[in-house]
């Protein structure tokens, strides 16, 4: 197959984390197609070596499409090693799709009060997702600039009491999202947020195979968007320029609707405070600038 030049995602390097299976494999195989190289990383390593190995039966002769990092997201130590292995192995990175991710099970207020249950999801799927993207920003800043696309959901939105803190920390990630345009402007990194509804994946399968809480039934019955639609949505947010700290809905069987924060509240507003309001987005991105260079410093002695 011939690629076309035009392809945004051509000689790009891609890091996608949870990408051995599901939603992040779907993604890692659609950008190998366009041209791009892609570094996974997972727990599941006989999962995430399999696909490398089925993306680099793809390749030109003594060529490598993919490679695999055994990456924990909640630890430092190995998102830096998973971020300095694509700049290793291919050179640099332009794409992150950081969408690993767990859910909780659906009758989890009464369960044992545990101190490592009760962190285990939050770790993943908000602290994991922060670590991720400063690491990202800082690999992305040292080449000129990238895109970071999370994955949110539409329970980032709302959603029932058998998800709860699964929903909580969907939600952390639009917040997160939405109060990090500044870095387009600081570094020329843009991050973005896809929100799928339910999707075929062995999260979901996870759920319906709860047959005892009612929301397992429930879930059997619910609709569900196309992976194919969750992958056109991702790669939208990857290659459109002017697509910056936006949430990204992916729905069933096959929509894409943007999802826009609440317009400011007016009762905040006068003309002294929105005049102070411009100076601090002035000062404040100067301020940042000047913190981004010994950020890079510390990062290149990792
Ligand atoms: N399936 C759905 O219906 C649905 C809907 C909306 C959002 N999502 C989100 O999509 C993302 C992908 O989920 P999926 O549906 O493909 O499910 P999945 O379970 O197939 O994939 C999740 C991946 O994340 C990996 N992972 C989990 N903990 C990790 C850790 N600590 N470090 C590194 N990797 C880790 C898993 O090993 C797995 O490969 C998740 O963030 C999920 O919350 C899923």
């Known amino acids: 197959m011939t690629l076309k030049e035009d392809n945004y995602f051509i000689k790009k390097v891609a890091v996608i984390t949870g990408g051995s299976r599901g939603i ?37 002769d003594g060529e490598k499409n993919a490679i695999y990092v055994h990456t924990d997201v909640t630890v430092y130590k190995d998102v830096i090693t998973l ?27 009464f369960t044992p009060l545990e101190d490592e249950a009760d962190d285990f999801l939050p770790d993943i ?27 949110a959901s539409c329970a980032g939105f709302g959603g029932p009491f058998a998800l709860s803190v699964y929903n909580a920390s969907k939600h952390a990630m ?14 020329n990194v843009r991050v973005n947020a896809v929100c799928p ?9 996870k759920i319906t195979g709860y047959q005892v809480d009612p929301y397992g039934p429930f879930v059997q019955e619910s609709p569900t968007v196309k ?62 600038k000047s913190l981004l260079d010994p950020a890079l410093k510390r990062y290149e002695q990792l």
């Open 83 to 109: 971020f300095k292995s694509a700049e290793s192995e291919f050179g640099g990175v332009d794409i992150a799709f950081l969408n690993a991710g767990v859910i909780n099970k659906p009758d989890f207020m």
């Open 197 to 205: 509804h339910w999707v075929e994946t062995d999260m979901r399968h």
């Open 227 to 288: 992976i194919d639609t969750v992958v056109k949505a991702v790669l939208t947010l990857m290659e459109d320029p002017n697509r910056n700290s936006e949430t990204l809905m992916a729905l069933p069987p096959d929509v894409i609707r943007a999802q826009p924060p609440i317009p400011a509240f007016p009762e905040q507003s006068n003309p002294a405070y929105d005049k102070r309001a411009v100076q601090y987005e002035k000062d404040a991105l100067e301020y940042y």
């Open 24 to 60: 992040g494999r779907a993604v890692a195989e659609a950008l190998v197609a366009r041209g791009s190289k892609v570094v996974i990383g997972d727990v599941l390593d006989g999962a995430g070596q399999e696909t490398v190995n089925e993306l680099n039966a793809k390749a030109n």
């Open 174 to 187: 639009i917040g997160w999202t939405r109060s990090l345009g500044m870095l387009k402007d600081i570094c």
């Open 125 to 151: 799927n908000f602290t994991g997702v922060v670590k991720c993207t400063r690491v990202a920003a800082l690999a992305m800043a040292r080449r000129g600039g990238g895109v970071i696309t999370i994955t």
